[in-house]
């Protein structure tokens, strides 16, 4: 397989293309598939173990930044707005308990619509889906991954001004496709074109192997779902955890079955991304994955069997691949080296992850749609945690501003 080249700085037409046109936002409102719409428009026209790099200290609450800050302080002194009010986003995941609970049997928001209501009171003004299945006594029913309930799910967004993002959903496990996961992964693309959505995903690794005869069928998997995707004017992507970020086994010696034993020292997602088509293929860096990585996988067995380090930059990677991630896990962590992760789970702004210098690293802020996410925020015994640890990530992420110099 012939690696793609790395891709370069934005273009002028990338540039261009980051902001909606009128006919984009037409198409958006409208809830249709962009071959739908172009078509339609053409027919009328015719009668749119590493210390950790980037530990801090947390990052305060503060006020709640209400959308109305473009970027700039405004003469406050504090520095420029790091993640723009449109971008500020969740992965409904952190909230899977109130989309989950029973509204005949609580007074909180429960279901989607009302879940949609409370986070756009928050601030947030993108949400990521992690599938569509919500209480069977919410509005909608329990299962709104159909055509239909993709339409009311885009009612209940516009009403709250709300822009579905992602979905960490369907992927065919299948290959070389079966025509019942091609019919089902179009039905999904379909769906993501009703919500408006830009990409659609999973929340899995392409491939959970060290191997790179193993990496190399999914970089072809992904190339070619990731063209049918494209016809439809979706980006495909997918999301990362630690062991992605770990070293390819790809030198000898080999193992009794013939497989290699030790590494050229390249990284198994650093390899996807060479053998994959950048046009096709998109990836979503789930930031708290990425800085255990940082911390377990930091040194690797060369070929001639000595060991070698090679400590893991998670931004270094964002901005050496550019426009390949569109989407990012704002997920923050505390410094634990006793849990063989060296990183607790905590909510967005409340951990050590500097995310004040990632996200100026990696720039491209009007380009970039950071989800907040907390695998940990339902609580059995506090139903109501989840969305209020959702405001507090909120209005961290709001606060953050790039230091001045």
């Known amino acids: ?83 723009p009010p449109h971008k500020r986003g969740i992965i409904l995941y952190t909230v899977r308990d109130a989309t989950a609970r029973d509204p005949l049997a609580s007074d909180l928001p429960s279901g989607f619509r009302e879940v949609f209501k409370q986070l756009a009171r928050h601030g947030y003004r993108q949400v990521e889906f992690a599938g569509y299945r919500q209480h069977a006594n919410a509005p909608g029913g329990d299962n709104l991954e159909t055509v239909e309930g993709a339409r009311l799910l885009r009612r209940w967004l516009d009403d709250y001004g709300l822009r579905a993002q992602g979905n960490h959903g369907f992927i065919p496990s299948s290959w070389p496709l079966t025509a019942a996961d091609k019919d089902t992964f179009k039905k999904h693309l379909e769906i993501a074109n009703i919500l408006g959505m830009d990409h659609m995903g999973t929340g899995g690794d392409p491939t959970g192997s060290s191997y790179q005869a193993d990496w190399d069928v999914a970089a072809d ?53 060479k053998v994959t088509d950048p046009k096709l293929v998109w990836l979503e860096m789930d930031i708290f994955w990425a800085h255990v990585a940082q911390y377990k996988f930091h040194t690797y067995t060369a070929p001639d069997g000595s060991t070698r380090e090679n400590v893991f930059d998670p931004a270094a990677l964002v901005t050496r691949y550019n426009k390949r991630y569109p989407l990012f896990h704002a997920k923050d962590g505390v410094v634990d080296t006793a849990n063989g992760m060296g990183w607790d789970m905590v909510p967005f702004g409340t951990g050590d992850i500097d995310y004040t210098t990632f996200f100026s690293r990696v720039g491209l802020s009007n380009y970039r749609n950071p989800m907040v996410e907390d695998d940990n925020s339902p609580s059995a015994t506090d139903p109501a945690q989840s969305l209020r640890e959702a405001k507090i990530s909120y209005d961290n992420m709001a606060a953050l501003r790039r230091r001045r110099r």
Request: with cysteine.
């Open 221 to 273: 998997k992904w190339n070619a779902l990731g063209e049918i995707a494209r016809r439809e004017g979706i980006k495909l992507y997918t999301h990362n955890h630690d062991s992605a970020y770990g070293f390819l086994l790809d030198r000898g010696p080999l193992d009794d079955q013939g497989r290699p034993t030790r590494s050229s020292g390249i990284r198994k997602l650093e390899y996807f991304l």
């Open 1 to 83: 397989m012939t690696p793609y080249s790395d891709p370069s700085r934005p273009s002028g037409a990338d540039v261009a293309a980051l902001t909606d046109t009128p006919d984009e936002a037409l198409r958006r409102s409208l809830g249709v598939g962009r071959r739908r719409f172009l078509s339609t428009c053409t027919a009328a026209a015719a009668g749119a173990v590493a210390a950790p790099v980037f530990g801090a200290g947390p990052a305060l609450a503060h006020g709640r930044d209400h959308g109305h800050d473009h970027g700039h302080d405004h003469g406050h002194g504090r520095g420029q707005v790091l993640v």
